[in-house]
């Protein structure tokens, strides 16, 4: 079996929800995982899966919403003080750098000045301790930006979200040697992630909405099942997994929490009815995204009869 794989972190949306996590997937290339986002619980989603957190040694961010980056701060922090030996190599959208410094030098500016003081005092026979400052290295990526990775190569491609409002936003395709995963981040179906997604073997799409809510509020800064179905017909792609899923089913508060967005509770049907939107659209696979989801690779794609 190979062990390279695509893992859905976190399947949820902005919206809490005890049942799926704030989006966030990782890629694993042999012994290397690549981060992508890290919404509330990835960390945690990532020890579910039998990753150390310690041995993520590069986190991309699509763009720099809350349910994106919410965990960063104590990624960062319980990873360092757990004894991360290698920097964590963050790249991101523009705006990524002043996130970072805000996050872990402001916010967290007690923790780190408490960690380089206990790390500080420690007697100097002590060996196994946390570096002396928080181990990160921060680069901004231009669309088309290309990052390698010791096994894979990781490109950005602008998508469409909020744009308009400041937010630049941008989808990823990531090659490793058992094929192609491709990331969109939170978009409308665009042109760009349909180029960013040729002939991939997985793409984890935006699934934000039911095609009836982003029509009636005008929500065209996220897609529903048809849109996802889509960009993964035009693409050629094997595999499509939905996510950033909305509380649907989950705990009455959640719903209610997130009804001006998703209605109201929903019978456990309404998920078959989000994969047969999408497979209306596209005649390859449809996995609906859950936390923990493992899509191992390479893909086969199954010829029609
Ligand atoms: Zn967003
Ligand atoms: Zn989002």
């Given at each position: 079996m190979s062990d390279i794989a695509c893992i859905v972190l976190g399947s949820g949306s902005a919206v809490p929800d005890p049942d799926r996590g704030?989006?966030?997937?990782?890629?694993r290339i042999h012994d290397e995982v690549l981060l992508f986002d890290c919404g509330e619980r990835t960390t945690i989603?990532?020890?579910?899966?039998g990753i150390?957190?310690?041995g993520v040694d590069t986190l991309f961010f699509t763009h720099l919403h809350w349910d994106h980056i919410v965990d960063f701060g104590y990624f960062v922090m319980t990873t360092w003080n757990c004894g991360r030996r290698v920097p964590l190599r963050v790249y991101g959208p523009p705006g990524t750098k002043a996130m970072v410094e805000a996050c872990v030098f402001g916010m967290h500016r007690t923790d780190v000045e408490y960690v380089r003081r206990y790390v500080a005092a420690l007697p100097t026979h002590v060996t196994e301790r946390p570096l002396s400052e928080p181990p990160l290295a921060v680069e901004e990526i231009d669309v088309g930006g290309i990052v390698r990775t010791r096994y894979g190569i990781v490109t950005a491609g602008a998508v469409e979200h909020h744009q308009r409002v400041g937010t630049p936003s941008v989808g990823f395709r990531v090659e490793t040697p058992a094929g192609v995963v491709a990331l969109s981040g939170d978009t409308r179906p665009c042109q760009a992630m349909i180029d960013l997604a040729r002939g991939a073997d997985v793409l984890v799409h935006d699934t934000a909405f039911l095609d009836e809510i982003i029509?009636?509020?005008q929500m065209w800064s996220h897609s529903g099942p048809t849109g996802a179905g889509r960009v993964a017909q035009a693409a050629g792609v094997k595999t499509l997994v939905l996510t950033h899923l909305g509380p649907y089913t989950s705990c009455a508060t959640a719903v209610e929490m997130g009804s001006m967005y998703y209605g109201v509770r929903r019978d456990p049907s309404?998920?078959?009815?989000?994969v047969a939107a999408a497979q209306r659209e596209f005649d390859g696979e449809v996995l609906l995204g859950r936390d923990g989801l493992v899509i191992p690779l390479p893909r086969e794609r199954a010829d029609p009869c």
């Open positions: 704030n989006p966030s997937q990782c890629i989603n990532l020890i579910k899966a150390d957190p310690r029509e009636a509020r309404i998920w078959e009815a989000i």
